[in-house]
């Protein structure tokens, strides 16, 4: 079964659709505002007339192409091509603008493509056992997640904290517009009705990420560009480096595969949350930020990572894992496939032609991003008032084809003059990202905790598995505390 599994895809059709969609798939990703789950519900009806194992390789080669392909736009004009890649924006864009856009895009790739392999080698093995594991989070746990996932604020806050709590509670209240979970009750809509849906969270990040930086762009004279490295060694890096970064990717991984495949969160999270515990666990975390290559393998390992995870509950039990997961299911239903725990006994050989797909797809990505190395090093070079425009055009693009209207596009420029003001008074946006992204996991899930218990909140702390994420909550935030008070000792000391 297995051997008839991977020969189904080895035929020179499914293989160049592979290709095709990786390719495509890092296009996508690449343009900020098309996204990964965009691309793949474009192609889905192109799917229909494929044979099921031609069909589901190339929306595979898309998933894997698209949530790679956001780090190009990360490192090279500081703005993240899909959400996951948020995190990879911070030490990246650094790491780029000094000189070495290469080394930057080559650690990206490189361990862009081992999150995913290390993903897929748990996919492969352990998948039904983590999902049943997966199976025992209910509405507790998920807040208990939502909770704990707010504590790295801390290490997003920059120099101050309350302007970093300030930043994610202000994330956190815009959640609370349009109609409330579960209810449905409006809430401040203020008559108008394009505000019942809320605000969609791609045009935030658009806004809050690549339109701000626009304005500040165009607000600077032109700049001469740093020399870019063309000719890297190897991949960019040398094997000195790569070894240094031997725990932090096995515990990136562990963090990107775990939480993708928990349903709901999504490669956003476990970026966000791999680039907090590889800071907080950094000798160095003041370099952070800065170009530190500790955070590019954090966010790039957790965020591809995330693609197995997510694809575990799917396939074993027919839960998807993400908003992309949700449309890759749509495929699997349309060919008549119904994903779940009968799944590997009754179409066996297409499991493993999915299985060989991905892998298949993990390696086009990494040869395909390293042969456009040289193109994309280019971007750097090309004018301001040339790239400016395009970017914006784009960024009208990706917001308004999100639901085709134009509120979004409206939603997308209030946030760019927002995190553009933000950025004046020094108060960063990436906690007021992490607000909006937690805001409705925690409300969602409180509500639905507290109609299970009647009303009561005992659960939350009394649930084994919520108990002992609250408790590692309350013991970060004291631990985090107990830190911010000895570094104000240390200064008044040496005053």
Known sequence: MIIEGILSVLTVKTISLIFGGTVLGILFGSIPGITVTMGVALFLPITFSMEPVEGLSLLMGLYIGGTSGGLISAVLLNIPGTPASICT??????????????????????YSFLGGMFSLVVLFFISPWLAGIALNFASYEYFSIGIFSLTL?????????????FSALLGFSFTFIGMAPITAFPRFTFGFKQLNGGLSLL????????????????NKDEEEVKPVEYSIKGFGFSFKEFLSQKWNFLRSALIGTGVGILPGLG????????Y????????????FGTGAIDGIVASETSNNASTGGALVPLMTLGIPGDNTTAILLAGFMVHGITPGPLLFENNG????????ALVLANIFMIISEFGG???FVKVLKVPKHFLLPIVLTLCVIGSYGLNNRMFDVWTMLFFGILGFGMKKFEIPSTPLLLGAILGPIIETELRRGLMRSKGSFLPFFTEPISGVILTITILVVLFSAIQTLRKANLQKRAQ
């Open 276 to 287: 907090g515990v590889a800071k907080k666990q950094s000798k160095y975390p003041e370099k």
């Open 373 to 375: 190395m040289r193109l």
């Open 349 to 356: 050989v297409l499991v493993y032609g999915i299985f060989t």
């Open 267 to 274: 490669g956003a999270i476990c970026s966000v949350v791999a």
């Open 153 to 165: 604020v801390s290490t997003m806050s920059g120099k101050s904290f309350v302007k970093g709590l």
């Open 203 to 218: 045009p935030i990040l658009i806004g809050l990420f690549a339109v701000s930086q626009l304005f500040e762009s165009s």
């Open 89 to 110: 924006c911070f030490d990246g864009a650094p790491l780029a603008q000094q000189g070495k856009a290469g080394k930057a895009l080559g650690l990206g790739i490189v």
